[in-house]
């Protein structure tokens, strides 16, 4: 199938590619099936896009990519609404918000995005948890 995306051009895909997110996510309760896939010439970065709406997709980064010790607990209730069975089968992503100054682009690590990626089954958390900002800096300054 193809996906004509408003910023990353034509996209194909597959039934299987498809992650249903049942409860939408906070600001687009309604779009319930994304699909990701890298960024062009990018390793870092992943798009996390909407197959019901062409204008959204929201650009994700490894949470592990920013802090190295990044670590929660799924709660037992997210894990039985996303099947989740062994730790390998969890995605963990985080978005990104962009700034034409790429020192202040920063990643929501409060509320991560956990993907079943065996069931292709997500939901965003919002994370109880003061170790963790709305906006942490991607990159962060080397004070050498």
């Not at 408003?6 to 049942?22: A, C, L, N, P, S």
């Not at 390793?43 to 190295?68: A, R």
């Not at 690590?109 to 079943?116: G, W």
């Amino acid at each position: 199938m193809e996906l004509i995306t408003k910023h990353h051009g034509i996209r194909e895909y597959k039934t299987e590619d498809v992650i249903m997110f049942k409860k939408g996510l906070p600001g687009f309760k309604e779009l319930k099936k994304f699909i990701i896939f890298p960024l062009e010439k990018n390793e870092v970065f992943s798009i996390l896009h909407s197959i019901e709406n062409t204008e959204m997709g929201l650009v994700m980064v490894s949470p592990f990519n920013v802090i190295k010790d990044y670590e929660f607990k799924i709660p037992d209730t997210c894990i039985k609404e996303l099947v989740i069975a062994k730790e390998e089968e969890v995605l963990v992503l985080t978005t990104v918000t962009l700034n034409s100054n790429i020192k202040n682009m920063t990643t929501n690590l409060k509320a991560p995005i956990i993907v079943n990626i065996k069931e292709k089954l997500g939901e965003q958390l919002i994370l109880d948890n003061d170790k963790y900002k709305i906006k942490e800096p991607l990159f962060k300054e080397n004070n050498n």
